[in-house]
């Protein structure tokens, strides 16, 4: 398996677990309706260079919270 199949095995499993909200996808018994809504703005979408630059400098000065 060379390093591109891996990441695709990766992408698709986070894609699965972050679905929260489709069709078929049922949250566990328990989690609160702010809960939901937060794990439905979870983004898979690719990151930016300048977004994981911000967030390194952030790192970098202790301001990562």
Same mark, same amino acid.
């Given at each position: 398996?060379?390093?591109?199949?891996?990441?695709e095995?990766? @992408?698709?499993?986070?894609? !699965?677990?972050?679905?929260v909200?489709?069709? +078929? /996808?049922?949250?566990?018994?328990?989690?609160?309706?702010?809960?939901?809504?937060?794990?439905? @703005?979870?983004?898979?979408? !690719?990151?930016?260079?300048?977004?994981?630059? +911000? /967030?390194?400098?952030?790192?970098?000065?202790?301001?990562?919270?």
């Amino acid at each position: 398996m060379n390093e591109e199949e891996i990441l695709e095995i990766w @992408k698709e499993h986070f894609e !699965e677990v972050l679905d929260v909200g489709s069709a +078929g /996808t049922e949250l566990p018994d328990g989690t609160s309706a702010v809960a939901a809504q937060q794990l439905q @703005k979870i983004t898979t979408s !690719e990151t930016s260079e300048a977004e994981i630059r +911000g /967030t390194i400098t952030r790192l970098k000065n202790g301001k990562s919270l």
